[in-house]
């Protein structure tokens, strides 16, 4: 069937699933601590492509790619940053091959490592390295771009603007939050809910939400805020599967399948209209979220 618009499906009252964490997976597969992701696209394609594929066999409507890190400016540090628009096309090819025709693929943006107020890095070049993932994404079969566990506006704004004058993609934009010790939830670098709200509206996201940071209880009263401040414009979560904690020297996230997915129902009654998994969460996540999504 054809593809509408992720926001124009949402617009009958349809709650979405997404996928789960790509890192978990990866590294399940054998992926090294500092090793590129990025590079098994083309090194080490069918793992990736599995990643995508096991999410939509769990029932997923869209799955992300194999991009988190992959602008050129992360790319750097593996000394593969003249092959970004290469990594970045492949990643969207992969996932495409494991959704077929009638699911989503949201080509994945996370942040630079760059600061703005730190002078390291310029508008432009955060713009352009925005902009040629986007570019990639696009050309390699992405119906959109989710730009990710961000924590500055300044940033997230040029990544936004990058995708929207640059491809047709729908603009999908996450931030992180965590709890404050006054219980306000806050990005590190000092941003709300409610600002990020604003300012990605204003800057032209189509979806806004948040992801990371929070175990799914945490996420309940983001997506409130967020609601309040954007009551018409769909929200996405990819909430982590718990805060990790260290078992026999190895981070484990411990909210269950079944734990995670007792907690949609609370999401959807404040807002959420997508919902998966970041850090931690697996295909059995998703598999059991979906399942919470299909009996309501």
Not at 16 to 44: F, I, Q, Y
Not at 190 to 200: H, N, R
Not at 205 to 233: L, S
Request: charged fraction near 25%; glycine fraction near 10%.
């Amino acid at each position: 069937m054809a593809r509408s618009k992720i926001s124009d499906t949402l617009k009958n009252g349809k709650i979405m699933v997404s996928d789960g964490a790509w890192g978990t997976c990866l590294h399940a597969n054998g992926l090294k601590p500092g090793e590129c992701p990025e590079l098994w696209c083309v090194e080490r394609p069918d793992d990736v492509r599995n990643v995508a594929k096991n999410y939509i066999d769990a029932g997923a409507d869209m799955v992300e790619t194999d991009s988190f890190g992959g602008s050129s400016l992360m790319l750097e540090h593996f000394g593969l940053a003249d092959r970004a628009a290469e990594l970045n096309e492949a990643a969207a090819q992969l996932s495409r091959e494991a959704a077929g025709s009638d699911k989503w693929v949201i080509g994945s943006i996370g942040p630079t490592g760059r600061m703005l107020i730190m002078g390291d890095v310029s508008e432009e070049e955060l713009y352009q390295s925005f902009k040629e993932q986007a570019v990639a994404f696009e050309k390699g079969g992405s119906d959109a771009v989710c730009i990710e566990t961000m924590s500055a506006i300044d940033e997230a704004t040029l990544a936004v603007k990058a995708a929207k004058e640059n491809t047709s993609l729908e603009i999908i934009c996450t931030f992180t939050f965590e709890k404050t010790a006054n219980d306000e939830y806050r990005t590190m670098m000092g941003v709300s809910p409610t600002e990020m709200t604003k300012a990605m509206v204003a800057a032209g996201a189509d979806i806004i939400g948040t992801n990371c940071g929070n175990g799914i209880e945490g996420m309940i009263d983001i997506v409130r805020e967020i609601k309040a401040a954007a009551p018409n414009k769909p929200i996405l979560v990819h909430a982590n599967a718990g805060v990790p904690v260290l078992v026999d020297g190895h981070e484990v996230f411990p909210e269950t399948p079944e734990f995670m997915a007792s907690q949609v129902p609370a999401l959807i009654e404040v807002g959420a209209n997508i919902i998966g998994g970041c850090c931690g969460t697996t295909p059995a996540h998703i598999k059991a979220i979906k399942a919470t999504i299909q009996k309501l």
